[in-house]
Protein backbone atom coordinates (compact mmCIF):
# COMPACT_ATOMS: atom_id res chain seq x y z
CA UNK A 1 0.00 0.00 0.00
CA UNK A 2 2.97 2.20 0.60
CA UNK A 3 4.40 1.98 -2.47
CA UNK A 4 1.34 2.66 -4.09
CA UNK A 5 0.78 5.71 -2.36
CA UNK A 6 4.65 7.11 -3.40
CA UNK A 7 3.84 6.44 -6.75
CA UNK A 8 0.27 8.12 -6.76
CA UNK A 9 2.01 11.33 -5.16
CA UNK A 10 4.73 11.22 -7.94
CA UNK A 11 2.60 11.10 -10.22
CA UNK A 12 0.85 13.56 -9.31
CA UNK A 13 3.52 15.86 -8.80
CA UNK A 14 4.60 15.25 -12.43
CA UNK A 15 1.66 16.31 -13.94
CA UNK A 16 0.93 19.29 -11.51
CA UNK A 17 4.58 20.44 -12.84
CA UNK A 18 3.73 20.13 -16.43
CA UNK A 19 0.41 22.18 -15.75
CA UNK A 20 2.23 24.55 -14.00
CA UNK A 21 5.12 25.10 -17.03
CA UNK A 22 1.50 25.40 -19.23
CA UNK A 23 0.77 28.48 -17.16
CA UNK A 24 3.72 30.35 -17.24
CA UNK A 25 4.86 32.31 -20.48
CA UNK A 26 8.81 31.43 -21.74
CA UNK A 27 11.02 34.57 -21.21
CA UNK A 28 11.55 36.59 -24.33
CA UNK A 29 14.05 38.76 -25.93
CA UNK A 30 13.14 41.85 -26.27
CA UNK A 31 13.21 43.61 -29.50
CA UNK A 32 13.28 46.93 -27.61
CA UNK A 33 17.00 46.12 -26.40
CA UNK A 34 18.05 45.32 -29.52
CA UNK A 35 21.31 46.66 -30.87
CA UNK A 36 24.22 46.77 -33.17
CA UNK A 37 27.96 46.56 -32.19
CA UNK A 38 31.36 45.09 -33.53
CA UNK A 39 32.35 41.57 -32.40
CA UNK A 40 35.21 42.54 -30.64
CA UNK A 41 37.45 45.78 -29.98
CA UNK A 42 40.93 44.95 -31.98
CA UNK A 43 41.96 43.14 -34.82
CA UNK A 44 44.66 42.58 -36.73
CA UNK A 45 45.68 42.40 -40.78
CA UNK A 46 49.29 42.42 -42.49
CA UNK A 47 49.71 44.98 -45.00
CA UNK A 48 49.09 42.31 -47.86
CA UNK A 49 45.55 41.69 -46.85
CA UNK A 50 44.00 43.11 -49.85
CA UNK A 51 40.41 43.80 -48.68
CA UNK A 52 39.17 43.39 -44.69
CA UNK A 53 36.25 42.49 -44.09
CA UNK A 54 35.41 44.12 -40.57
CA UNK A 55 31.84 42.70 -39.45
CA UNK A 56 28.94 44.48 -37.75
CA UNK A 57 26.02 42.65 -35.66
CA UNK A 58 22.61 43.80 -35.34
CA UNK A 59 21.18 41.74 -32.68
CA UNK A 60 17.55 40.72 -32.25
CA UNK A 61 14.73 38.47 -31.87
CA UNK A 62 12.46 39.17 -34.65
CA UNK A 63 15.14 40.47 -37.78
CA UNK A 64 15.04 44.14 -37.65
CA UNK A 65 15.97 46.70 -39.93
CA UNK A 66 18.15 49.44 -39.66
CA UNK A 67 20.34 52.22 -41.48
CA UNK A 68 23.78 51.62 -39.19
CA UNK A 69 26.44 55.14 -40.12
CA UNK A 70 30.26 54.93 -39.54
CA UNK A 71 33.01 56.91 -40.14
CA UNK A 72 36.90 56.28 -39.63
CA UNK A 73 39.53 57.46 -36.69
CA UNK A 74 43.07 58.12 -38.51
CA UNK A 75 45.95 57.37 -36.30
CA UNK A 76 49.33 56.35 -37.23
CA UNK A 77 47.34 54.86 -40.32
CA UNK A 78 46.09 57.96 -42.70
CA UNK A 79 42.48 57.30 -44.52
CA UNK A 80 43.49 57.44 -48.65
CA UNK A 81 47.29 56.88 -47.84
CA UNK A 82 47.73 53.81 -45.51
CA UNK A 83 43.30 53.03 -46.27
CA UNK A 84 40.12 53.40 -47.58
CA UNK A 85 37.02 52.47 -47.54
CA UNK A 86 35.34 50.22 -50.74
CA UNK A 87 32.41 50.97 -52.35
CA UNK A 88 32.37 54.81 -50.82
CA UNK A 89 29.57 54.74 -48.59
CA UNK A 90 29.50 55.13 -44.73
CA UNK A 91 26.51 53.36 -44.25
CA UNK A 92 25.18 49.76 -43.87
CA UNK A 93 21.79 48.69 -44.59
CA UNK A 94 20.56 46.07 -42.00
CA UNK A 95 16.65 44.39 -43.81
CA UNK A 96 16.46 41.99 -41.11
CA UNK A 97 17.24 39.05 -43.07
CA UNK A 98 20.94 39.07 -42.47
CA UNK A 99 22.27 39.71 -38.73
CA UNK A 100 26.08 40.35 -39.90
CA UNK A 101 27.10 42.61 -42.78
CA UNK A 102 30.67 44.06 -43.30
CA UNK A 103 32.14 47.43 -43.62
CA UNK A 104 34.74 46.79 -46.68
CA UNK A 105 38.11 48.29 -46.44
CA UNK A 106 41.00 48.12 -49.06
CA UNK A 107 44.26 48.04 -47.03
CA UNK A 108 47.48 49.80 -48.87
CA UNK A 109 50.81 47.72 -49.20
CA UNK A 110 53.45 49.74 -48.96
CA UNK A 111 55.49 47.11 -50.28
CA UNK A 112 59.48 47.28 -49.67
CA UNK A 113 58.82 50.97 -47.26
CA UNK A 114 59.18 49.64 -43.93
CA UNK A 115 56.65 51.87 -42.43
CA UNK A 116 56.06 50.38 -38.78
CA UNK A 117 52.66 48.98 -37.47
CA UNK A 118 49.94 51.11 -38.05
CA UNK A 119 46.89 51.65 -36.76
CA UNK A 120 43.36 53.48 -37.34
CA UNK A 121 39.85 53.06 -35.92
CA UNK A 122 36.13 52.54 -37.31
CA UNK A 123 33.75 53.93 -34.91
CA UNK A 124 29.64 53.75 -35.42
CA UNK A 125 28.35 56.98 -35.38
CA UNK A 126 24.73 55.86 -35.61
CA UNK A 127 22.70 52.51 -34.99
CA UNK A 128 19.43 53.68 -36.66
CA UNK A 129 16.38 52.27 -35.02
CA UNK A 130 18.45 50.30 -32.47
CA UNK A 131 20.35 50.38 -29.49
CA UNK A 132 24.39 51.24 -29.96
CA UNK A 133 26.14 48.35 -28.22
CA UNK A 134 28.88 48.18 -25.59
CA UNK A 135 31.30 47.75 -28.91
CA UNK A 136 30.90 50.72 -31.07
CA UNK A 137 34.84 51.33 -31.88
CA UNK A 138 37.32 48.94 -33.16
CA UNK A 139 40.74 49.04 -34.22
CA UNK A 140 43.01 48.00 -36.90
CA UNK A 141 46.06 47.29 -36.64
CA UNK A 142 48.03 47.29 -39.88
CA UNK A 143 50.80 44.85 -39.25
CA UNK A 144 53.76 46.06 -41.28
CA UNK A 145 56.21 43.07 -43.24
CA UNK A 146 58.96 45.18 -44.19
CA UNK A 147 60.86 45.29 -40.70
CA UNK A 148 64.50 45.12 -41.22
CA UNK A 149 64.56 42.46 -38.92
CA UNK A 150 61.95 40.19 -40.68
CA UNK A 151 64.53 37.81 -41.84
CA UNK A 152 65.10 36.99 -38.07
CA UNK A 153 61.50 37.40 -36.64
CA UNK A 154 59.57 34.72 -36.23
CA UNK A 155 60.02 30.83 -34.63
CA UNK A 156 63.14 29.09 -34.38
CA UNK A 157 64.00 25.16 -33.51
CA UNK A 158 66.89 25.64 -31.27
CA UNK A 159 69.42 22.86 -29.98
CA UNK A 160 71.91 23.00 -27.63
CA UNK A 161 73.77 20.54 -24.90
CA UNK A 162 72.14 20.84 -21.46
CA UNK A 163 74.97 20.47 -18.50
CA UNK A 164 71.97 18.67 -16.95
CA UNK A 165 70.01 16.40 -19.87
CA UNK A 166 72.17 16.27 -22.84
CA UNK A 167 71.07 17.37 -26.34
CA UNK A 168 68.04 19.21 -26.20
CA UNK A 169 65.49 20.65 -28.62
CA UNK A 170 63.13 22.95 -28.64
CA UNK A 171 61.31 26.18 -30.17
CA UNK A 172 61.97 29.76 -29.61
CA UNK A 173 60.16 32.91 -30.99
CA UNK A 174 61.76 35.89 -31.48
CA UNK A 175 59.37 39.27 -31.79
CA UNK A 176 59.85 42.50 -33.26
CA UNK A 177 59.53 45.56 -30.40
CA UNK A 178 57.06 48.23 -31.11
CA UNK A 179 59.68 50.96 -30.82
CA UNK A 180 62.67 49.66 -31.52
CA UNK A 181 63.88 48.66 -35.00
CA UNK A 182 66.92 46.98 -33.43
CA UNK A 183 65.61 45.51 -30.83
CA UNK A 184 63.77 41.93 -30.42
CA UNK A 185 61.95 39.97 -27.89
CA UNK A 186 62.75 36.73 -27.21
CA UNK A 187 60.45 34.28 -25.59
CA UNK A 188 61.81 30.43 -23.86
CA UNK A 189 65.35 31.06 -24.42
CA UNK A 190 66.45 28.92 -22.48
CA UNK A 191 64.74 25.64 -22.16
CA UNK A 192 62.91 24.43 -18.93
CA UNK A 193 63.98 27.82 -17.88
CA UNK A 194 61.63 30.52 -19.40
CA UNK A 195 58.42 31.67 -18.84
CA UNK A 196 56.02 32.65 -21.87
CA UNK A 197 55.06 35.62 -19.41
CA UNK A 198 58.73 36.87 -19.24
CA UNK A 199 60.53 37.68 -22.67
CA UNK A 200 63.82 38.57 -22.50
CA UNK A 201 65.36 41.06 -25.29
CA UNK A 202 68.06 41.16 -27.47
CA UNK A 203 70.19 43.93 -29.31
CA UNK A 204 71.16 43.52 -32.88
CA UNK A 205 74.26 45.82 -34.32
CA UNK A 206 73.50 47.43 -37.51
CA UNK A 207 75.07 45.45 -39.95
CA UNK A 208 72.47 42.59 -38.93
CA UNK A 209 75.72 40.31 -38.26
CA UNK A 210 75.41 39.95 -33.86
CA UNK A 211 72.44 39.65 -31.48
CA UNK A 212 73.55 41.00 -27.73
CA UNK A 213 71.35 39.32 -24.87
CA UNK A 214 71.90 41.13 -21.67
CA UNK A 215 72.23 38.95 -18.62
CA UNK A 216 70.67 39.88 -15.38
CA UNK A 217 67.17 39.43 -17.10
CA UNK A 218 64.15 37.93 -15.32
CA UNK A 219 63.15 34.57 -16.83
CA UNK A 220 60.92 32.84 -14.43
CA UNK A 221 58.24 34.79 -12.70
CA UNK A 222 58.12 33.26 -9.14
CA UNK A 223 57.29 34.43 -5.61
CA UNK A 224 59.90 32.76 -4.21
CA UNK A 225 63.18 33.50 -6.25
CA UNK A 226 64.53 35.30 -8.69
CA UNK A 227 64.81 33.90 -11.82
CA UNK A 228 67.56 35.34 -14.16
CA UNK A 229 69.66 35.25 -17.53
CA UNK A 230 73.00 34.37 -16.39
CA UNK A 231 75.88 33.02 -18.52
CA UNK A 232 79.60 32.51 -19.13
CA UNK A 233 82.10 33.70 -21.96
CA UNK A 234 82.54 30.88 -24.13
CA UNK A 235 83.97 28.86 -25.62
CA UNK A 236 85.35 27.38 -22.34
CA UNK A 237 82.82 28.73 -19.85
CA UNK A 238 85.80 29.70 -17.35
CA UNK A 239 84.70 33.44 -16.91
CA UNK A 240 81.44 34.51 -15.92
CA UNK A 241 79.43 37.05 -17.60
CA UNK A 242 79.09 39.98 -15.33
CA UNK A 243 75.51 42.49 -14.57
CA UNK A 244 76.11 44.92 -17.49
CA UNK A 245 77.47 41.98 -20.24
CA UNK A 246 75.74 40.15 -22.85
CA UNK A 247 75.79 36.61 -24.12
CA UNK A 248 76.48 37.37 -27.69
CA UNK A 249 74.86 35.04 -30.79
CA UNK A 250 76.02 35.59 -34.76
CA UNK A 251 73.69 35.67 -37.43
CA UNK A 252 73.99 34.12 -40.20
CA UNK A 253 72.40 35.39 -43.67
CA UNK A 254 69.68 32.92 -43.63
CA UNK A 255 68.57 34.23 -39.54
CA UNK A 256 70.80 31.51 -37.99
CA UNK A 257 71.74 32.35 -34.74
CA UNK A 258 75.32 30.49 -33.42
CA UNK A 259 74.91 31.62 -29.97
CA UNK A 260 78.54 32.06 -28.76
CA UNK A 261 78.35 31.86 -24.91
CA UNK A 262 76.85 29.61 -21.88
CA UNK A 263 73.98 30.42 -20.76
CA UNK A 264 71.21 29.67 -18.69
CA UNK A 265 68.37 30.55 -15.46
CA UNK A 266 69.46 30.80 -12.41
CA UNK A 267 67.67 31.11 -9.24
CA UNK A 268 68.34 33.40 -6.34
CA UNK A 269 66.53 33.45 -2.70
CA UNK A 270 64.40 36.44 -3.50
CA UNK A 271 66.11 39.84 -2.79
CA UNK A 272 69.39 38.21 -2.38
CA UNK A 273 72.70 37.10 -4.16
CA UNK A 274 72.30 33.65 -2.53
CA UNK A 275 72.41 31.36 -5.62
CA UNK A 276 69.82 28.50 -5.27
CA UNK A 277 70.51 26.73 -8.10
CA UNK A 278 69.88 26.70 -12.13
CA UNK A 279 66.86 25.99 -14.02
CA UNK A 280 68.94 24.63 -16.87
CA UNK A 281 72.35 25.89 -18.44
CA UNK A 282 73.86 25.10 -21.60
CA UNK A 283 77.19 24.81 -23.15
CA UNK A 284 78.48 27.21 -25.98
CA UNK A 285 76.59 25.21 -28.65
CA UNK A 286 73.40 26.25 -29.12
CA UNK A 287 72.01 26.97 -32.57
CA UNK A 288 68.77 28.82 -33.36
CA UNK A 289 67.58 27.65 -36.74
CA UNK A 290 64.35 29.44 -38.16
CA UNK A 291 61.35 27.36 -39.00
Not at 27 to 36: G, N, R, S, T, Y
Not at 153 to 164: K, P, R, V
Not at 264 to 288: E, H, P, R
Request: a negative charge.
Amino acid sequence: MKKITIYISVLAGIVLFFSACELNDYPKFDDAEAFVAFSSENMTVTEDAGTLEIPVRLTSLSGLSSTVSFDFIDSTAVKGRDYSLKGGASVLNFDGNEAVQNIEVDIVNHNGVFTGDMKFGVRITSSGSVNAGSIDTMWVTIADLDHPLAFILGEFTATATSYFNDKEEWTVTLDKDISDVNKVWITNLVNRGSSAKSPVYGIVNEEQTEIKIPVGQVTVLSDTYDVLLKGFYGPDGETGIEDGGAITGLIDPDGTIHIQDEFGSQAFTKGTTNSAGWYNIFQADAVLVKK
